[in-house]
């Protein structure tokens, strides 16, 4: 590359340019993120008086499809911040003087070539800017000697600004991050999932002609006050109630309510979730044939059947070792065989001490064998498929804010739902009902 210093004419006296590099972009591949910084340096030195300038600009890429913009601006927030500042330092020591934008802009226009091309053109080494911004330090401090009291105003904020980039990628990552439980921990989690386990068994003969889904979760609450627990649910993101109620065409988080009837030949999802006094959870869930199997029709006896069934086929693949899509997709083919919808818009999920953690498990978009991530011993999680009548996928909210129904009110839905966790050699199924 020509050099800009050979290019000027100076004066005897003029500072002599003793160093010029390109900054070694570097780049952080954390995440699918890059932060590569681009830009120069050089060092002028005039008599015995040293200076030295950098240009350069941080530019933050993701590559990330599964990362949505807003996930991002943590890091976006910070970026599109753009200092320049200045600092100097006394003869004899090193002077800095520094432009750098950090130019980050988040969105669909990160992803986009062109906008890459711009972000790299502008942060682009420009040579002769930086060897005139060290002159002009140079210059004013060997005629002033003024204090040095800005100077580290620019590290200072660099330091700050890095620390926030750093910070927000950190909690975005931990905010993913799929908690491992120790050995010490499937002990307690065993008594939550027996707990649910026992608290829906408990119900179950309570799932007869006329009886109202009120009534039903007014059991399960009893129930658990009893063990001394209580429903996960209740008080759940303004959820009051110990339970989900989800008969024929309701598709999960039935509200149980006084005026919802069951009636001999329907199915209806009973999904109780729990938290023990130890704080764990389990959360456990089965579709029941009101009035006895005999009652339903061969269309609904076939639906439950092939969920039910599924749920095991997965479960069967569950080992430490396998991916989460070798566990989802003999779920999915089953359902599917049948020409059944594997619902997509209600997830499976981590659980622990929370009732909801990392992963976010799809059973319909995650179910491809090899895919997804690596089970582990100590993860714990759901498996929750909902199958539909009509292969038909799309749901609607009702009123009440919660009760989601197949879109055509017509097409039932069954579920079954179980919490497991990874053991070292197997799965173990935290919510089985050693009753049945
Ligand atoms: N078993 C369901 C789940 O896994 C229960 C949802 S409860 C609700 O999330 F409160 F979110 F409706
Ligand atoms: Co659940």
């Given at each position: 590359?020509?050099?800009?210093?050979?290019?000027?004419?100076?004066?005897?006296?003029?500072?002599?340019?003793?160093?010029?590099?390109?900054?070694?972009?570097?780049?952080?591949?954390?995440?699918?993120?890059d932060?590569?910084?681009?830009?120069?340096?050089?060092?002028?030195?005039?008599?015995?008086?040293r200076?030295?300038?950098?240009?350069?600009?941080?530019?933050?890429?993701?590559?990330a499809?599964?990362?949505?913009?807003?996930?991002?601006?943590?890091?976006?927030?910070?970026?599109?911040?753009?200092?320049?500042?200045?600092?100097?330092?006394?003869?004899?020591?090193?002077?800095?003087?520094?432009?750098?934008?950090?130019d980050?802009?988040?969105?669909?226009?990160?992803?986009?070539k062109?906008?890459?091309?711009?972000?790299?053109?502008?942060?682009?080494?420009?040579?002769?800017?930086?060897?005139?911004?060290?002159?002009?330090?140079?210059?004013?401090?060997?005629?002033?000697?003024?204090?040095?009291?800005?100077?580290?105003?620019?590290?200072?904020?660099?330091?700050?600004?890095?620390?926030?980039?750093?910070?927000?990628?950190?909690?975005?990552l931990?905010?993913?991050?799929?908690?491992?439980?120790?050995?010490?921990?499937?002990?307690?989690?065993?008594?939550?999932?027996?707990?649910?386990?026992?608290?829906?068994?408990?119900?179950?003969?309570?799932?007869?002609?006329?009886?109202?889904?009120?009534?039903?979760?007014?059991?399960v609450?009893?129930?658990?006050?009893?063990?001394?627990?209580?429903a996960a649910?209740?008080?759940?993101?303004?959820?009051?109630?110990?339970s989900?109620?989800?008969?024929?065409?309701?598709?999960?988080?039935?509200?149980?309510?006084?005026s919802?009837?069951?009636?001999?030949?329907?199915?209806?999802?009973?999904?109780?979730?729990?938290?023990?006094?130890?704080?764990?959870?389990?959360?456990?869930?089965?579709?029941?044939?009101?009035?006895?199997?005999?009652?339903?029709?061969?269309?609904a006896?076939?639906?439950?059947?092939?969920?039910?069934?599924?749920?095991r086929?997965?479960?069967?693949a569950?080992?430490?070792?396998?991916?989460?899509?070798?566990?989802?997709?003999p779920?999915?083919?089953?359902?599917?065989?049948?020409?059944y919808?594997?619902?997509?818009?209600?997830?499976?999920?981590?659980?622990?001490?929370?009732?909801?953690?990392p992963?976010?498990?799809?059973h319909?978009?995650?179910?491809?064998?090899?895919?997804g991530?690596?089970?582990?011993?100590?993860?714990?999680?759901?498996?929750?498929?909902?199958?539909?009548?009509?292969?038909?996928?799309?749901?609607?909210?009702?009123?009440?804010?919660?009760?989601?129904?197949?879109?055509?009110?017509?097409?039932?839905?069954?579920?079954?739902?179980?919490?497991?966790?990874?053991g070292?050699?197997?799965?173990?199924?935290?919510?089985?009902?050693?009753?049945?």
């Amino acid at each position: 590359m020509e050099s800009p210093f050979a290019t000027r004419r100076r004066p005897h006296d003029a500072p002599v340019l003793i160093k010029h590099d390109e900054c070694g972009a570097y780049m952080n591949y954390i995440n699918n993120t890059d932060v590569i910084r681009y830009g120069t340096y050089v060092h002028v030195r005039k008599g015995s008086i040293r200076a030295n300038a950098t240009k350069s600009a941080s530019v933050v890429y993701t590559h990330a499809t599964q990362f949505s913009s807003k996930k991002f601006s943590t890091v976006a927030t910070f970026s599109r911040r753009h200092r320049t500042s200045k600092k100097a330092a006394g003869a004899g020591g090193d002077t800095g003087a520094r432009a750098s934008r950090v130019d980050a802009a988040p969105g669909i226009g990160m992803f986009s070539k062109r906008a890459a091309a711009r972000r790299r053109r502008a942060a682009e080494p420009d040579v002769s800017v930086a060897v005139a911004r060290a002159e002009r330090r140079l210059e004013k401090h060997s005629s002033t000697r003024s204090s040095s009291s800005t100077r580290g105003t620019r590290s200072l904020g660099d330091a700050v600004a890095y620390a926030a980039i750093a910070l927000g990628v950190c909690l975005l990552l931990f905010s993913r991050r799929i908690p491992v439980h120790g050995p010490e921990d499937f002990a307690p989690m065993r008594r939550a999932g027996r707990l649910a386990a026992r608290a829906l068994a408990h119900v179950e003969p309570h799932v007869v002609p006329g009886v109202d889904t009120g009534t039903l979760d007014d059991v399960v609450r009893a129930f658990l006050a009893s063990r001394g627990a209580r429903a996960a649910t209740l008080g759940y993101r303004g959820y009051n109630h110990s339970s989900c109620i989800s008969p024929n065409e309701v598709v999960c988080h039935g509200v149980p309510s006084a005026s919802v009837v069951l009636n001999a030949g329907d199915i209806v999802n009973v999904d109780v979730a729990v938290v023990t006094s130890e704080g764990w959870h389990g959360d456990v869930s089965r579709t029941l044939f009101v009035g006895g199997r005999a009652a339903a029709n061969v269309a609904a006896r076939r639906l439950v059947d092939t969920t039910r069934d599924a749920l095991r086929l997965g479960l069967e693949a569950c080992r430490p070792g396998a991916r989460i899509g070798d566990v989802l997709e003999p779920i999915a083919r089953r359902l599917r065989a049948e020409g059944y919808g594997v619902v997509d818009r209600y997830a499976a999920h981590g659980v622990g001490r929370r009732f909801h953690q990392p992963p976010t498990i799809r059973h319909g978009a995650g179910a491809v064998r090899n895919r997804g991530w690596r089970l582990r011993p100590g993860h714990f999680f759901t498996i929750e498929p909902m199958a539909t009548e009509n292969g038909s996928v799309e749901t609607a909210t009702l009123s009440d804010g919660w009760t989601v129904v197949t879109a055509d009110r017509a097409s039932r839905s069954a579920q079954f739902e179980h919490t497991v966790g990874v053991g070292e050699r197997a799965c173990e199924i935290f919510t089985r009902d050693d009753a049945r």
